[in-house]
């Protein structure tokens, strides 16, 4: 156990992986305290936290992976009372000039967290966003085995025999799949056997996963509108546009700084690209894509059905000489504004209800 010393402040940085967390301590003034393994378990969070105590009052614990292999610690300390701060993984560059290892990694983590390079709060993972995720999950997986089954059965009509495929030669997905399913098929005692038999095997595997997308569907329309039902009233937001936004502002909305700070979470935020006398900016290829293409969703609704205040604004903007991407990248970023809005006024009446 190291020595005790309450005066100084300790900021942790933690690598995570799947079996097994490093840790690094670091003083205010970023001097080397102490390292440490621990197991990826309970005990070796209590050890973890046990551990960093020692060396005196516990600042923060910058954690890498929040959303993935450091999930767990981090729910363990927010439930303690400790503050976690959610640090990206160092710079590809970095890594090659420096070296890469676990305990390198804690000690950028611990690093970032000193500087004020890392100052978010993750995600809570803990209401009703963290269902939505895990269930849109299943969802896009459901979907694309849908798919995988209907082209395997495409795949296999092409080298049906000649007057059978004409049987089925022209009928749209669903009437093929409901007409494979009610094959009659013992066994597959010749090629043309066979092949009926994989038909209705991959048709009942259809109608299997349609219906569980349809659940899942059902499911997500619940929770959505439990989450944020303001967020689905605005004009182009679906169930699926909003379950993407709701993930990327996760169950704590309110961990984002400003309505700026969500908008660079989901991409759409300017950046400079200016140069001599030109005076412009770009789209962000950066933050979290499917939030990004939620918004662009919103927007190609909005212009695609007249919405009108959008079509004042693209006729203003054109008039301005503003190209059609730049017009979209402006919408995306106003749309982002509505979104956070909508998103952190709905968490904050939750919060006085409760």
């Known amino acids: 156990m190291p020595a005790r010393s309450m005066a100084q402040s300790v900021i942790v940085g933690v690598d995570t992986h799947k079996d097994a967390h490093v840790a690094i301590a670091k003083d205010e003034m970023g001097r080397h305290l102490g390292e440490l ?7 070796g969070y209590r050890e973890l936290l046990c551990w960093a105590k020692g060396y005196g009052e516990v600042a923060s614990f910058g954690v ?12 363990h300390l927010a439930s303690v009372g400790q503050r976690v701060i959610e640090v990206n993984r160092p710079n590809r560059q970095t890594r090659r000039r420096n070296g890469k290892s676990d305990p390198a990694d804690a000690e950028a983590a611990a690093r970032a967290v000193l500087s004020g390079e890392a100052a978010t709060r993750p995600k809570a993972a803990d209401d009703v966003v963290e269902m939505i995720r895990v269930l849109r999950i299943a969802r896009r997986t459901a979907i694309k085995a849908r798919t ?19 049987s089925l030669k022209g009928l749209s997905a669903t009437r093929l799949v409901r007409t494979c399913a009610r094959f009659r098929v013992s066994e597959a005692s010749d090629p043309l056997g066979a092949t009926r038999m994989a038909l209705r095997f991959l048709a009942r595997r259809h109608e299997a996963l349609e219906a569980e997308c349809s659940s899942l569907q059902a499911e997500l329309e619940r929770l959505t509108t439990r989450a944020a039902a303001e967020l689905k009233e605005l004009y182009g937001v679906g169930t699926d546009t909003a379950g993407a936004l709701l993930v990327a502002a996760g169950d704590n909305p309110e961990r984002l700084r400003s309505e700026a700070a969500f908008s660079a979470l989901c991409g759409v935020s300017p950046m400079e690209a200016s140069s001599g006398k030109t005076m412009r900016h770009r789209l962000n290829r950066g933050g979290n894509r499917e939030a990004n293409q939620a918004l662009w969703r919103i927007v190609m609704v909005r212009i695609s059905r007249k919405h009108q205040p959008t079509m004042d604004y693209v006729a203003r903007r054109m008039a301005e000489g503003k190209t059609k991407r730049e017009i979209i990248r402006c919408l995306k970023r106003y749309v982002a504004r509505e979104v956070y809005a909508v998103l952190v006024a709905g968490k904050s009446d939750a919060s006085a209800v409760a």
Do not use: K
């Open 148 to 166: 995988q089954a209907i082209n395997a059965m495409q795949a296999i009509l092409i080298t049906y025999p000649e007057d059978l495929r004409q």
């Open 64 to 75: 890498e992976g929040t959303g993935s292999y450091g999930a767990g610690l981090s729910r």
């Open 37 to 43: 393994v621990i197991p990826a378990s309970p005990s």
